[in-house]
């Protein structure tokens, strides 16, 4: 995990952004995936055990067994069936080694603590947050929320005010009290109606380092409404190509 | 050891094993020895395709020996004893049942208390707490021995205020438990979701995602 010091810095002159903690994060017991191993293993290794007494005390090896010993005997390691058979376990054994190393419980977001109570927040639960806060404003047409571990991207339609909404969304995250602040990222764009498209930033803007990233943020809400009302102005043939423009930058910024 | 630990290194141990002999039969079946102008060791096994897999030969190499077959169990009945006790371990309720309370001033009073009984006693103080919809408790054995720790989940009614949540169940519910167990401390881990308002919100808004997409 990077470090939260981006998260940390003030944005320039906007609002100073809540400060990052540092929480332990949550890992996952991994009772699933160790329940179908043991199983597995389990299965085999009682099968082979069964079968190894049984011939050490004067019966016959069961016919699994001796096929799979004469199988195993008679291929080569450039057979297709044990090549196939050795992709398989290199994937599984890298699968397992993953689920053995990585933290798991990836759509929980922790608090920050409250003396010795800790807590975390289904992302799902954060968009749902979002969504009800913005959906009931005026001028909203059509609205997306997508979170990940770190940001938020929020695409909407329609003839609302992206600064005012933006306002609402981090007034609504600041609420929250997320230990590692995400980062909020609304891109608006004109209703269908109106037949015009605003134009995303461009890809750098976002995709810098993260203090570049606030300033595009900022920036581009004012490049929002100023080529908005520019688009009202302008005829419909120079709006449909700045509709494409728009998703062709949001597309691009979102990669 | 707690179980998290236990599980991730046997699945780390079974991953390393599948990972060395499915990397072993590639390297030989696509001769990459021989592609790459490795040196092996003596003794290397399948540094070319034009050996089988596991030969007669190398199966039946110690069968003879008397150390051989008693080897051979002894090490398929650790392994069956291993992986039986490992999944029941997933099994057990990974909480004590009870716990034993303090009585001071009454000596030869044991008082102990159903773990469950105190799991309802905390559910009961946080679903009257505003805005939660739905809490269920579990108490769980702590990090160190005869340590109790606790998670709840909560569900929020939509648009409801996470943060304030943490504090009154701090205060609320929780800090009454431990005043009234006598605790130093009863770490607590709150898992939060909130409730959407609209359901029907989503079809209209064009198919929004429910679930977060994973970047």
Redesign the interface.
Known sequence: MTGPAPDALPAGGVEPEPMAVKVPRL?????V???L???A??LV??A??YD??AV?TGHAARRWRAEV?DE????????FW??L??????L??????W???APGL???LP???????????????????L???V?GLPGIE???????RRRVKVALTGPADPASVQRQLRAELA???LARPLRLDVRAKRGRGEGDGVPGPPPEATKGAPPAGQVGETGQVGGVSGVGQAGEVSGVGEAGEAGEAGEAGKTGGAG | MSRSTVNRVLLGVVAVLLLAAGVLVLAGGLDLYARLGLDVPDGWPLTSPDQPVVSAGSRTRWADESWWWPAVIAGLALVVAGTAWWLLAQLRRSGPATIVLPTPGASGLRLRLRTRALAEALETGTVVLPEVERVSVRLLRGPRRQRLRLRAVVRLTPGGDPAELVEHFETGPCGNARSSLGLADLPAELRIRVQTAKPAAAPRGGGRRRRPRVE
């Open positions: 890992r996952s017991p991994r009772t995936a160790a329940v191993v043991a199983v293993v389990l290794a009682a082979l055990l190894v007494i050490r010993a195993l005997a008679t291929r080569h390691p450039d057979d044990v090549l058979g050795a992709g398989v376990a290199v599984l054994g890298g699968w397992l080694l689920l053995a190393l990836r759509r929980w608090l920050r603590p409250h003396g010795g109570t800790s807590a975390a927040i289904d992302r799902t639960g954060v968009g749902h947050l969504h009800d806060r959906a059509h609205l997306t929320i997508r979170i990940n609420r929250v009290t």
